[in-house]
């Protein structure tokens, strides 16, 4: 049915893990995504439907639009439960490490886990893992890190036990990692694996308006002024930058997750294939890049190189601690210097 792109080594050393497990944690990155929550959430009832006893542990809020997935009110936030994170975390008998590759991506929550005596498994499709993990499952050619929790559960011969629950979970952080299969999903396998998740039963129709069509007033009025006021465009480029400050959010009541997908929309515009957005964020002193391309062009270099990012192909992240202005300038540097595969002509 599918490629066993995970080594059999690892695929035995992490069933031996589960097995000898009691107590697991579950980590992902700051400012959960929905592949991070997705992913997460998989395991979490893959394990849970094992008999062990699972906690997510996330650094911080995650948006709004995800709250309806099942099991996301189990979730302890490390900056609202530090106590009862910690404790979990130094009990815990395996600590799983989920869509971040770095120590770094967990902010304050990375010397719990860093100091924890237990061992490690990262699962993640990110660029350069470092090795802080006993196991590491890593390939970023593939879609998303909830791909490679499905690939994972079903080499170690769980899919018939998959539940419902886990596959909705896990087609949402795949669904919200490729930008609803826009990008980064061209491989034919990421739909034999909808399909698998599709025969538990799932309603990808209901999922999708879940997500996309659950935004406030707010947010529409919000995405407007963007456009209108905000999106710099630079021609000669082929790029367009969207800069939102704190006050502004204030100015829109802004909510976690309001500005999802914003940075998407100048690749509408004939021409354009390569978009950036900064937002101030409003619970930390920087700034959050989000950055998307089409083609060839390599926007996660983009995002390692300037931003201190990284990312797939056609869709990155990275951050920023200074003023906009001076982010706006290392944004203009980064056009001049990939100004020839910003000129390339793709079909």
Known sequence: MLSAIIEKENIE???KLFSASEKIVIVTHVSPDGDALGSSLGLYHYLVGRGKKVQIIVPNAYPDFLNWLPGVKTIYRYDKKEKEAKE???????????DFNTLSRINELAEPVRGATCKKIMIDHHLDPEPFCDVTISHPPISSTSELVFRL????GGYEELSFQAAEC????????TGGFTYSSNQPEIYTVISALLAKGIDKDVIYRRVFYT???NRLRLM???LYEKMQVYPSFRSALICLSREEQKKFTFSKGDTEGFVNLPLQMKGIKFSVFFREDTEQNMIKISLRSVGTFPCNKVASEFFGGGGHLNASGGEFYGKMEDAVLLFKQALIKYESL???EEN
């Open 153 to 156: 559960i079903y080499r170690l």
């Open 170 to 177: 896990i087609y949402t952080g795949m669904m919200t990692d």
């Open 224 to 226: 407007g002024y963007v």
């Open 13 to 15: 050393t992490v069933e």
């Open 342 to 344: 910003l000129q390339i």
């Open 88 to 98: 979990a975390i130094s009990e815990a008998d395996l600590i799983c490490c989920l």
């Open 215 to 217: 935004y406030s007033e």
